[in-house]
C-alpha cells in the first residue's frame, strides 16, 4: 500500500457507516490523520476503533452538517485534533424517494435540501475558509449518477438533491482553483451501502437485479467508490477541477 496522505489532516463527513466509512478507513490506510463527523455517536467511534485496530489515526465529532454554525465547530476541531485540514470529502447525506414531483411531501424536500445541499455548502464554506489561509488543500464532495447523469420514476427529491450537489461542485471549483483549493465530485451508482437497497430488499436480491440494470453486471463495492475518492484527492489529480467522477458500472454511459 501507498501512503499518498502521510500526516495530512483528512475530515470525511457522514463517516460512521457505509461509503463515508470506506472512505475513512481508505485515507487511514495511506497514512492520513482522519477525523469522521455524523450526528451520532456510536457509529462514528465504531469507525475510529476500525482504524485505530488497523494502525492508524483517526477521531469522531458529531456535528449536523445542516446547521452552519455546527459545521464550522467541526472543522475548528479538525484543525485542532490534527494540526489543519488539508482533504475534506463531504459524504453526509440521506435518501427520500417513492414519490412522484406533484406528489413529493415537502417535509421531505426540506430534509433533502438542508441535508444534500445546504449541508454540502455549509461544510464547503466552511472548509475553504480554512483552506485558502492556509496554502490550499483538496475537497470531495459525493454525489450520485442519479441526478446530474441518469434519471428514473420516483426518486424526484433525491435527484434533484444530487443534481444540485454536481453543480454546486463545478461552479465551487471554478470560484476556488485561483485560491489553491481543488473541489471535485464522485457521482456512485448503486454501490455496496444501504441506499442502493429497495424498499424490503436483501443484498442477495439486489444482486440479482443488478445483473439486468447494470452492464458491469453488479454493484461497485465500497473500495471501488473510495479509490475514486482517494484519486481525486491525491497530488496525481492535481489538474483535476470540477470534475464529476461517475462509478457506476456503466448504467449512464
Known sequence: MSARFTDRSVLVTGGGSGLGRAIALAFAAEGAKVVVAGRTAGPLEETVALIEAAGGTAAAVTADVSGAE???ELVRRTVELFGGLDVAV????????????ADFPLEDWQTLLDINVTGVLHALQAEVAHMRAHGGGAIVNISSNLGPHVRIPGVFGYQVSKAAVSALTRAAALDHIADGVRI?????????STMSLLPGETEAERAVRMKEESPLGRISSADEIAAAVLYLASDAAGSAVGTDLVIDGGVSA
Open 70 to 72: 455546527s459545521t464550522r
Open 184 to 192: 471535485n465530485a464522485v457521482s456512485p451508482g448503486a454501490s455496496e
Open 90 to 101: 463531504n459524504n453526509a447525506g440521506v435518501f427520500r424517494g417513492g414519490h412522484s414531483a
